[in-house]
C-alpha cells in the first residue's frame, strides 16, 4: 500500500490499490514463471510462449483474468438476485394482487422460466449488445444505454482530462515543499475535499455559480444535436464536481507515492552524493514514480466512471448513472443488471489497464519470482 | 498517552464528533420542535422562532437535524460495527487456518470487490425489501470486503510471530489463538481503519439515502433531508446546504482524528519516510 493517509471519500480507490498489489502476487499464477527449464523440457506452448515473450504473456495472462471476472461478476449479479427475496410482480401489483396476475405478469416478462435459462439467454443476448427490454417502459435497454453511456463517458472524459494534470501538479508541488507550508495547506484542504459527499459539493456549486451569479447553466441537460460549444457550457459544473471528487484523493495518493520514491535508499545515496534536487529528481526518482502514479490514476478514473452515478442525479444530466437509480427505484431489473454490468466493466478494465501499465512500467513486476 | 500531545486539528476532531453525540443522544430534549411535526410555512428563511428555517413541508430544520444526527450516526456506527465484526472473524479465520480457506475467502473477497460498493448496493438494494435493518446488513456486507483485505494482512503479519507459533504447540484452539493472541496485537492499526471505515459508512449512508434508497422518509436523516429540500435551490433557498453541510462536518471531524490516529501509529515504526 502506497497509501498513508486517510482516505474516505471515493468508494473503491482507497481497497484497490492494495489488491493491484495484492493480485499481482496472488494471481499471477504459474505459467508466468520464466522458466528456463521450459525450454529444455520443451513443455506446453504457453510455456514456451511465456518463456520467449514474458511480457505478452503476462499482458494476456491479465486480459484473461479480467473476462474471468466480468464474467463470474455477471453471474454474482444475475444469481445473486435470483437468490435474494423479492419479486418485481408482486411489487409493481401491490400486496393485494390475485394470485392469478401475478402469474400473468411472470409469464409475461418469462419469470416462469429456470433461472439458469434465463441466465444463458440474458448474457448471450449482453455479449451481443441486446440487454432485453426494460420491464417498466418495455422500450429496449440497449438503446436507451447507447445513448445515455455516451453522455456519461463525455462528462468522465472532461472531468479527466482537467483532473489528471491538476493533481500530479499539485502532488509534485507538495512534495516539493514536504512538511512546510504550502503541504500543509494542501493536505488539510484534501483532507476536507475527500470528506464532502459528492451532492454537497454539487448543490454548493449550482447554489454560487448558477443561482447567486448566473454564470453556469443548471439543470445540466443535454440533448441530441446540440453543438459541442453548448455542450461543454452545460457540462461545466457537473465536471467541475467531479474533478473536486476525485482531485483530493488523486492528489493525496500521488504524494504519498512520490514520497515513497523520495524516501528510498538510492534517492539518500544521490543527495548523500551531493547531487542538485532537480537532477535527483529528474534521473533518480521520476523514472521510478512513473509506475506507481499511472496507476493512481488509472484506479481514480476508475472511480470516476463510478461517481457520476450522483453526479449525474444532482445536476439531472441524462446518463447511464441516472438511469441506473430511477431502474433501482422502480425495481426495473433488466435495466439494473445492465447497468450494473456495465459500471462493473468498466471498473475492472480500467483496473486491468492500471495493473499492465505498472507492469510496463516497472521492469521487475516481469519476472515474477 | 500525553492529553498535551494531542495536536490542534485532532481536539476539533474530537469536539465535533462530541456534538453529534451529544445531539444523537439527547435528540428529544434539545429539539425545540418534534421530528415530524409541520410547524410553519414551507422554506420560512432562518431566523426569529426557527433558527435555521423550515423545510420544504415546513418542519422546522434544526429539530430534524437534531434527530437526523441521532438516525445517521446511529446506523453508520451500527454498519460499521458489524462490518468489522464480520471482515474480522473472517479475515482472521483465513490467516490463522490458511490453505483452502484462505484461498476460498480471499478469491470471494476479491469478486466481491471487482464490483463498485456503490453499484453492488443499488443492485442489492433493487430487489430487496425497504427495511432498517437490511440497509445496515447490505452496508456492513459491503464494508467488510476491505476490512477483510486489511485484517488479513494485519493478522498475516502477526499469525507468524514465536508466541503465536508457541500457542499452537501449547495444543490452543483456533478460537483462542484468533482472540487471545492475534486480536490484541492488531487492535492498534485496525482502530484507525474503524475510524476510516465510520467516515466512510457516514458518506455512504448519506449517499444512499440522498438516491432514496437510504432511510425512508418521515424519519429525518442528513442525506435523505438534502433530498428533500434539494428543488429548493434553484430559488436560492440554502436548505439542502445545512443538513450537507452538517454530513461533511461529521467526516471531516471523524478523518481528522483519524489523520492523528494514523501518524501516532506509523511514528511507533519509525523511519524516515513521512509518507
Known amino acids: 500500500m502506497m497509501e498513508s493517509g486517510p482516505i474516505t ?3 473503491a480507490t482507497d481497497a484497490t490499490a492494495g489488491e493491484t498489489a495484492l493480485r499481482s502476487s496472488d494471481l499471477a499464477g504459474i505459467p508466468a514463471k520464466p522458466n528456463p527449464a521450459a525450454e529444455e523440457r520443451g513443455g506446453t506452448i504457453w510455456q514456451r510462449f511465456a518463456f520467449r515473450r514474458p511480457l505478452a504473456a503476462l499482458i494476456l495472462q491479465r486480459l484473461g483474468l479480467s473476462v474471468g471476472l466480468l464474467f463470474a461478476v455477471s453471474l454474482m449479479i444475475f444469481g445473486g438476485i435470483e437468490a435474494l427475496p423479492g419479486d418485481f410482480a408482486t411489487t409493481y401489483l401491490g400486496q393485494s394482487a390475485t394470485p ?57 472524459f472532461f472531468a479527466a482530462l482537467v483532473s489528471v494534470p491538476l493533481a500530479v501538479g499539485l502532488g509534485m508541488l507538495a512534495v516539493q515543499f514536504r512538511n512546510r507550508l504550502p503541504d500543509k495547506i494542501i493536505n488539510v484542504i484534501s483532507l476536507a475535499a475527500i470528506s464532502l459527499p459528492e451532492f454537497f459539493i454539487g448543490y454548493l456549486l449550482i447554489m454560487y455559480f448558477a443561482v447567486e451569479w448566473g454564470v453556469a447553466t443548471f439543470p445540466a441537460t443535454v440533448y441530441n444535436g446540440m453543438g459541442f460549444t453548448d455542450r461543454l457550457s452545460a457540462i461545466a459544473l457537473p465536471v467541475a464536481t467531479l474533478v473536486l471528487v476525485v482531485l483530493a484523493h488523486m492528489m493525496r495518493m500521488t504524494r504519498a507515492a512520490i514520497l515513497n520514491v523520495m524516501s528510498s535508499a538510492y534517492v539518500e545515496t544521490a543527495e548523500l552524493k551531493g547531487l542538485g534536487t532537480f537532477r535527483i529528481i529528474a534521473r ?64 475492472i478494465f480500467l483496473n486491468m489497464a492500471a495493473d499492465i501499465l505498472a507492469i510496463l512500467a516497472n521492469p521487475r513486476l516481469r519476472h515474477p519470482r | ?38 410547524v410553519g410555512d414551507v422554506w420560512l428563511p432562518a431566523g426569529g422562532d426557527f433558527l435555521l428555517g423550515t423545510d420544504n413541508l415546513g418542519r422546522d430544520l434544526l429539530s430534524r437535524l437534531i434527530y437526523g444526527a441521532r438516525t445517521t450516526i446511529f446506523v453508520a456506527l451500527a454498519a460499521t460495527v458489524i462490518s468489522f465484526a464480520l471482515g474480522m472473524i473472517l479475515s482472521f479465520t483465513a490467516a490463522v487456518t490458511g490453505g483452502f480457506v484462505d484461498q476460498f475467502f480471499s478469491r470471494f473477497n476479491d469478486l466481491m470487490m471487482a464490483v463498485p460498493t456503490l453499484i453492488f448496493a443499488l443492485v442489492v438494494l433493487a430487489v430487496l425489501p425497504q427495511h432498517l435493518w437490511i440497509l445496515v446488513l447490505v452496508m456492513a456486507v459491503l464494508d467488510s470486503t476491505r476490512v477483510f483485505r486489511i485484517g488479513r494482512a494485519v493478522a498475516l503479519d502477526v499469525a507468524v510471530m514465536e508466541f503465536v507459533e508457541a500457542a499452537r504447540l501449547r495444543g490452543e484452539g483456533t478460537v483462542w489463538i484468533i482472540f487471545r493472541e492475534i486480536l490484541p496485537n492488531t487492535l492498534s492499526p485496525l482502530l484507525a481503519e474503524f475510524g476510516l471505515r465510520f467516515a466512510f459508512s457516514i458518506l455512504f449512508l448519506s449517499t444512499l439515502s440522498f438516491l432514496g434508497l437510504g432511510i425512508q422518509p418521515p424519519a429525518a436523516d442528513w442525506g435523505g433531508m438534502v433530498k428533500d429540500n434539494k428543488d429548493g435551490i434553484i430559488f436560492g433557498i440554502s436548505a439542502a446546504l445545512i443538513p450537507g453541510g452538517a454530513i461533511a462536518a461529521l467526516a471531516i471531524c471523524v478523518n481528522l482524528v483519524v489523520d492523528w490516529l494514523m501518524k501516532r501509529t506509523s511514528s511507533l515504526k519509525g523511519g524516515r519516510g513521512d509518507a
Open chain 1, 9 to 11: 471519500g471515493p468508494v
Open chain 1, 284 to 347: 533518480h526518482a521520476a523514472p521510478n514514480a512513473v509506475a506507481p502514479v499511472i496507476n493512481v490514476i488509472a484506479l481514480n478514473l476508475a472511480y470516476l466512471v463510478v461517481g457520476v452515478v450522483v453526479v449525474e442525479v444532482v445536476f439531472v444530466y441524462p446518463g447511464m448513472g441516472q438511469y441506473m437509480v430511477d431502474a433501482v427505484t422502480v425495481r426495473d431489473m433488466p435495466v439494473v443488471q445492465a447497468c450494473g454490468l456495465i459500471f462493473a466493466a468498466f471498473y
Open chain 2, 1 to 38: 498517552m500525553n492529553l498535551r500531545t494531542i495536536p490542534f486539528s485532532a481536539w476539533i476532531g474530537i469536539i465535533g464528533i462530541a456534538i453529534a453525540i451529544f445531539c444523537a443522544l439527547f435528540a428529544p430534549l434539545l429539539a425545540p420542535f418534534g421530528e415530524r411535526e409541520v
Open chain 1, 100 to 156: 392469478q396476475a401475478v402469474e400473468n405478469i411472470r409469464q409475461d416478462l418469462g419469470l416462469d422460466r429456470p433461472w439458469s435459462e434465463r441466465y444463458l439467454s440474458w448474457l448471450g443476448g449482453a455479449v451481443q449488445g441486446d440487454f432485453g427490454t426494460s420491464w417498466a417502459s418495455r422500450n429496449s435497454v440497449s438503446e436507451q444505454i447507447g445513448n445515455r453511456l455516451g453522455n456519461s463517458l463525455f462528462l468522465a
